[in-house]
T-cell receptor
């Protein structure tokens, strides 16, 4: 069964600290993996995308890694800011259909305290 | 920021009412999607469209219906709303370039509450 599991479910950190969010997936055949940021009451916004051959991708203070062999990904946030408080969703796309089916994790709810 | 819009942003209605959630995109994307999301849960695909006059049901069974008469417009309709329909509804669109990097752009969502 194709699944995407994220951990931790929620995380609280102090402003300026770093954190790492985890994503494990069983989706096959694999096409790409995206990390989305979803602010409360808003739609998700893409942060990074990695295909099978890419093992790291950065977007400012966000750095994502991908190990396609173990089917694991992480999102590292450096020097957190209050505006980083949001849900971070791991999304894996398969290439088994024309639609490019997306499998969503439940997200990690990050709260950054001053 | 993506050019995809949803209205209304918030809607509170009584049971039995007919409602239409609007979604429009100005990017000329062929593919459009409707997702349902409950708090703390993953997004579930309820409808999608490959283009004009194309509509398909998604993975999650839904009593809603959709139409795609124009490329930019993908409205979702509930003929008779019930409390079980209370949820957040997210619309998305993507270009069909056939590449592995085709990104889905999401609208801000409609928070529906049925009393």
């Amino acid at each position: 069964k194709n699944q995407v599991e994220q951990s931790p479910q929620s995380l609280i950190i102090l402003e300026g600290k770093n954190c790492t969010l985890q994503c494990n997936y069983t989706v096959s055949p694999f096409s790409n993996l995206r990390w989305y940021k979803q602010d409360t009451g808003r739609g998700p916004v893409s942060l990074t995308i990695m295909t099978f051959s890419e093992n790291t991708k950065s977007n400012g203070r966000y750095t994502a890694t991908l190990d396609a062999d173990t089917k694991q990904s992480s999102l590292h946030i450096t020097a957190s800011q209050l505006s980083d408080s949001a849900s971070y969703i791991c999304v894996v796309s398969d290439r088994g259909s024309t639609l490019g089916r997306l499998y969503f994790g439940r997200g990690t709810q990050l709260t950054v305290w001053p | 920021e993506a050019d995809i819009y949803q209205t209304p942003r918030y809607l509170v209605i009584g049971t039995g009412k007919k409602i239409t959630l609007e979604c429009s995109q100005t990017m000329g994307h062929d593919k459009m999607y409707w997702y349902q999301q409950d708090p703390g849960m993953e997004l579930h695909l309820i409808h999608y469209s490959y283009g004009v006059n194309s509509t398909e049901k998604g993975d999650l069974s839904s009593e809603s219906t959709v139409s795609r008469i124009r490329t930019e417009h993908f409205p979702l309709t509930l003929e008779s709303a019930r409390p079980s329909h209370t949820s957040q509804y997210l619309c998305a669109s993507s270009q069909d370039s056939g590449g592995a990097r085709d990104e889905q752009f999401f609208g801000p969502g409609t928070r529906l509450t049925v009393l």
